[in-house]
């Protein structure tokens, strides 16, 4: 008898220790089970940040894009014979080249008549003032 008390022990014995042992094992499955819920959680968190930073690389891209195939069309525009640009940037360069030519005349003309640069300048000045005054009142009377 006392045998299979001892038996009895044992058993019971055992089956405490395994029921230790389960609760043990349950335990590290559970922190087991919450270390890997948290890593694919970061994991996620990550993958949805790095999409948010591709869109908006590619968003900057895009404009970045755009706004270089805008600046390649306004060269286009100033290089090309045709473009808007290109032609006023001629009637500017042939204004200012009729303006230099008047100056030039001027000084021609007023080096011959005064003495002095700072007379002459003066010449220039006013000879050119009244030629813009008589530019302005004939564009006036043709409008």
């Known amino acids: 008898m006392a045998n299979h008390l001892r038996r009895k022990s044992d058993v019971n ?3 405490i220790k395994a029921g230790a042992l389960t609760s043990s094992v349950k335990f590290v499955l559970s922190v087991f089970s919450l270390l890997l819920a948290a890593s694919l959680l970061f994991q996620f968190t990550s993958a949805k940040d790095d999409a948010t930073n591709t869109q908006t690389l590619l968003e900057q891209g895009i404009e970045q894009r755009e706004a270089l195939i805008e600046q390649a069309n306004l060269i286009i525009d100033c290089t090309s014979p045709g473009g808007e640009c ?4 001629q009637e500017n ?10 100056v030039s005349q ?4 007023c080096g011959q008549r005064e003495d002095g640069e700072q007379a002459i ?3 220039v000045n006013q000879e050119v003032e009244s030629y813009l005054r008589a530019q302005k009142s004939e564009e006036s009377n043709n409008n």
Not at 106 to 109: A, F, K, L, M, T
């Open 106 to 109: 001027y000084s021609v003309i």
């Open 13 to 15: 014995s055992t089956f």
């Open 86 to 89: 290109y032609r006023r940037g």
């Open 93 to 102: 360069t042939a204004e200012a080249v009729a303006n230099l030519n008047i």
């Open 121 to 123: 300048l003066n010449c």
